[in-house]
T-cell receptor
Framework: GNSVTQMEGPVTLSEEAFLTINCTYT??????LFWYVQYPGEGLQLLLK?????DKGSNKGFEATYRKETTSFHLEKGSVQVSDSAVYFC????????????FGQGTRLTINP | GAVVSQHPSRVICKSGTSVKIECRSL??????MFWYRQFPKQSLMLMAT?????????EQGVEKDKFLINHASLTLSTLTVTSAHPEDSSFYIC??????????FGPGTRLTVL
C-alpha cells in the first residue's frame, strides 16, 4: 500500500539555521503531496502542497519540490525562526480528487534563540 | 480556511464506558469529515470517512460497532467509542474536506481509558 516516511526527530536547530526535513513516499498512481504543520495546542494546518511532478510548493519561507524520480518531497527553509517550532507531517493523498490522506510519522522541530 | 472545533479536548473514563467526541465545522458546511487516531510518536491513521446523511466508511481493521460515527448535519460529526478499554486510549482528530485537495483539522481530543 501507499506509505510516507519522514526523517525521525526530534530536530533541534538554532535560529537562522537552514532546515531540511526529509520525506519519501511509496505510491501507485499520481498522488498529491502535502506538508502539514501542528503548532502546540492547535490542529494540523496545511503548510504547502504539490499536485504533480516537479511542482514546487511554498509558503512562509518553506519550500518542497515533488520529485517523482526519487519519490521525495523534502521540506526546506533557508533561515528558521523560533516561531517555526512545531511538528511537521508529510502526507500524500491516494487518489485524484479524493482526500484520503496517508501521513508520515511527524517530525518535531525545536528552534532555539 | 475552515475552522474546526472538537469537544472535549481531553476526556478520562473508566473501562467499559462509552465516550462521545464531537467535531464541529464553525464556518463551513461539510458533506465529508474524517476521523483519525494518533498514538504517541506515531502517525495519524485514518479511521473512517464520515458522510453527511449516510453511513460512514471505515478503514480496514477499524471496528464499526466499536467506533460509532454519526454525521447528522453539515456542521457536526460525532465519534462514539463504545465500551472503551485502555487500548483505545489515543489522540482522536477530525478533519473536514473543504477545498479540492485540502483538509482542515480540529485540535484533537485526548482519550484516556483507565
Amino acid at each position: 500500500g501507499n506509505s510516507v516516511t519522514q526523517m525521525e526527530g526530534p530536530v533541534t536547530l538554532s535560529e537562522e539555521a537552514f532546515l531540511t526535513i526529509n520525506c519519501t513516499y511509496t505510491a501507485t498512481g499520481y498522488p498529491s503531496l502535502f506538508w502539514y504543520v501542528q503548532y502546540p495546542g492547535e490542529g494540523l494546518q496545511l503548510l504547502l502542497k504539490a499536485t504533480k511532478a516537479d511542482d514546487k510548493g511554498s509558503n512562509k519561507g518553506f519550500e518542497a519540490t515533488y520529485r517523482k524520480e526519487t519519490t521525495s518531497f523534502h521540506l526546506e527553509k533557508g533561515s528558521v525562526q523560533v516561531s517555526d517550532s512545531a511538528v511537521y507531517f508529510c502526507a500524500l493523498s491516494e487518489r485524484w480528487g479524493a482526500q484520503k490522506l496517508v501521513f508520515g510519522q511527524g517530525t518535531r522541530l525545536t528552534i532555539n534563540p | 480556511g475552515a475552522v474546526v472545533s472538537q469537544h472535549p479536548s481531553r476526556v478520562i473514563c473508566k473501562s467499559g464506558t462509552s465516550v462521545k467526541i464531537e467535531c464541529r465545522s464553525l464556518d463551513f458546511q461539510a458533506t465529508t469529515m474524517f476521523w483519525y487516531r494518533q498514538f504517541p510518536k506515531q502517525s495519524l491513521m485514518l479511521m473512517a470517512t464520515s458522510n453527511e446523511g449516510s453511513k460512514a466508511t471505515y478503514e480496514q481493521g477499524v471496528e464499526k460497532d466499536k467506533f460509532l460515527i454519526n454525521h447528522a448535519s453539515l456542521t457536526l460529526s460525532t465519534l462514539t467509542v463504545t465500551s472503551a478499554h485502555p487500548e483505545d486510549s489515543s489522540f482522536y482528530i477530525c478533519s473536514l474536506e473543504a477545498d479540492f485537495d485540502e483538509q482542515f483539522f480540529g485540535p484533537g481530543t485526548r482519550l484516556t481509558v483507565l
